[in-house]
């Protein structure tokens, strides 16, 4: 199943099976037709929510594919709260494997449901890092949150997110 959704950050693509949501990713365009269901429809009314900031969390059903430690790393996003930021350094920390800073923001930047597993809440140490929908939809993202970026210096102790 398949639908496409116009939003502040740009054209969201989302695919589903019966019952579990597949991936949101971008889209430069609408390149096949539409066949929405349940699964997307549910989605698309829940970013909806979020982009207007009646919601900051999401209550959906996910597909994962990849390898276990793409899912491990996908498996914290979840856990990063809305309005906060976490590195790469401590995501890696939390996952056990302080040493694989690169591989958890490899781990990240395929993340299959962009913005529902919040990989933009995952920043350098000295700034946004990178983020699979360009720098600018990070930037709005962050900010919608309420999150203040400061490009020099990073970000302020208040927003910053340390797993227990």
């Known amino acids: 199943?398949?639908?496409y959704i116009e939003t502040p950050v740009g054209l969201l693509k989302l695919t589903?099976?019966?019952?579990?949501?597949?991936?949101?990713e971008i889209a430069v365009q609408r390149d096949e037709d539409?066949?929405?269901n349940f699964v997307t429809e549910q989605t698309a009314a829940q970013l909806e929510e979020y982009f207007s900031g009646k919601r900051t969390?999401?209550?959906l059903f996910f597909l994962f594919s990849g390898t276990e430690f793409e899912r491990l790393v996908w498996s914290k996003l979840s856990k990063i709260p809305y309005g906060r930021?976490?590195?790469y350094s401590e995501l890696?920390?939390?996952?056990g494997?302080?040493?694989a800073c690169r591989a958890v923001a490899n781990a990240v930047g395929r993340n299959p449901f962009l913005i529902l597993l919040p990989c933009h809440r995952v920043v350098s140490k000295n700034g946004l890092g990178g983020f699979s929908a360009g720098l600018d939809a990070k930037r709005y993202l962050l900010t919608h949150?309420?999150?203040?970026?400061?490009?020099n210096t990073g970000f302020s102790e208040k927003y910053l997110f340390t797993f227990s």
């Open 1 to 3: 199943m398949l639908q």
């Open 16 to 24: 589903a099976d019966q019952r579990k949501l597949r991936g949101v």
């Open 34 to 36: 539409e066949r929405p």
């Open 57 to 59: 969390d999401f209550t």
């Open 85 to 87: 930021v976490v590195t």
């Open 92 to 95: 890696a920390r939390a996952i």
């Open 97 to 99: 494997q302080p040493t």
């Open 145 to 151: 949150e309420g999150v203040e970026i400061s490009e």
